[in-house]
DNA sequence: AATACGATTGTCT
DNA sequence: GACAATCGTATTC
């Protein structure tokens, strides 16, 4: 379906751009569970974000999903956002799975269907696989959106990778 | 009960 | 570059 080329990781309740900054609450509760489990939340009024927990059970700590190189499954995004059912060009294609919130509107991600779903399961429909892709090139930057502790390198991308969102360096 | 704001995106200037 | 859309949480009264 897609090839992570994006990420940025959130430290849990040391973190103060974190949402377990605060602590464990019914909204951020997956964070604080055990690890590879998907923590989605609605932001904004109108979009969701995909994140997976990283910490053992009882300790807070996630990744945020930020962009996806689609791989298959193109057409059926395509189609379902009313765009050309063959966009071609590496432009049209990043305008599905860009972004936090494009990338869980392109794949079906909300809240009420996914939050909490285990990543590892064999039946889960959020399996991440090896494909041998080579993570070589990885460039690190501080955090897109966030007020509090702007400066932190966290946002991890693909060098040159043309469906990174936002700045590549 | 009321209010302020956010790990975003699209549109307009 | 500025700003609107839109609503679940957290905070405060």
Redesign the pocket.
Known sequence: MGRIVEV?A?FGEADP????F?GK????AILFGPPGHAYVY??????F?L?VSCEPDGRAG?V?FRALEPVCGVEAMAKARGLPVSPTGARALANLTS????LCQAFGVTRVRDNGADFTASESELQIQDDGFPARDVLVTPR????KDADRPARFLLAGNPFV?GPRL
């Open positions: 940025e959130y751009a974190s949402h377990s605060p609450t019914a909204r951020n609605f932001i904004y009024g109108m979009h974000c994140n996630g945020l972004g936090p919130g494009r897109i959106g966030i007020s969102s």
